[in-house]
């Protein structure tokens, strides 16, 4: 299931290199991408329209992309503008073109109606050249549906359990749920942790504080954590109700920021793209190759578990989980992009004139 009228990320923008072609593979799409004469991004569809040969073994030519099969020559928009030995050419020799943007370091590509593409709606990660932090970067490929690598990411209790050794959690860290909060197009998650001490080297939370995390999580699979912990004094998790804090008023913050997409691939495969690091300054690099290092570590840990787990799930995807208090990200989740794509159901119905009924989910 798939929301459609959303920005994915297909590449990161350094993959993508002057005159150079590259395939990928969104939403069991295959998708070609290049930079026209000034820079900007084309993602046209990676089947020529001929003899359905990819356009991704042709070659560039100005704006313009010629299959290297049999010559046909398409516009940046998808349109056949040359055909070898002919002059007419039908309307219908085109390919999709899809709307493609660079953005925060990534390139975006919009999988919907073209029309419909707005970039105010792409999230607003941190691209690697923000002055303010030193950003190291990385992908990895899941044999795994990316819902199963949502649910990973909108549930951190794992972390304790999952990546004992490896990410320096306060031990209370799976006994404190985390508040879900449901937005437009994502949730936000955040956790206190009360009367907790850091085991982290900065030591921002002397014992008995209280520590801060919080994170948005947003279609189709994007996380944006801009700062992973923040300590405030020994009952401000209470006072406040379990709700959020001015930020501004803690009094130590574990200055790291980390950037993260998930992409299916197909319905079996997905791409991983990460950033993270610390807030610049003296030593940065060194810490920022660290971090890099430490996030490639905890992220292998995960692929290990989701792919045995999506391998268990093939054998009964009809399966039934049960689940508990623990879920409410991952099921608040799904449930925001159940909902995109009822709508975008809904909407081509309308546009074609069909009705349509579905079924009620709890
Ligand atoms: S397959 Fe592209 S021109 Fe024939
Ligand atoms: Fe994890």
Known sequence: MY??????VAAWAHELAENQLISRTVINEPIV???????DIV????????RLAPLSHGRIEGNDLRCRYHGLKFNSSGACVEIPMQQAIPPQARVRSYPAVEKHSWIWIWMGDSSLADTSLIPAAVGLDDPHWTLRSGQMDFEANYQLINDNLTDLTHVRFLHPTTF???????????MVERLDRGIRIWRWLPATSTKSPEKICDEGGDLWTAYDYLVPGIMLMPTVNVAFPKGTAERLGGGRPDVSNGTGVRGTLTSQAITPITD???RYFYSWGPSSGEGSDAAADSLLALAKTVF??????????????NFDPGRKELLFGSDAGPVKMRSVIQHLVKAETAAASISSGKELHFAEHP
Request: hydrophobic share 30%; aromatic share 12%; proline share 6%.
């Open 43 to 50: 993602g046209l569809e990676d089947r020529c329209c001929h």
């Open 268 to 270: 079996h495969t997905s």
């Open 3 to 8: 929301v459609r009228n959303c920005w994915y």
């Open 33 to 39: 991408l290049y930079r026209n004469k000034v820079g």
């Open 300 to 313: 292998l840990e995960d692929k290990e578990m989701i792919e045995a787990q999506q391998r268990i799930i």
């Open 168 to 178: 320096l959690t306060p031990e209370s860290f799976p006994f404190y749920a985390p």
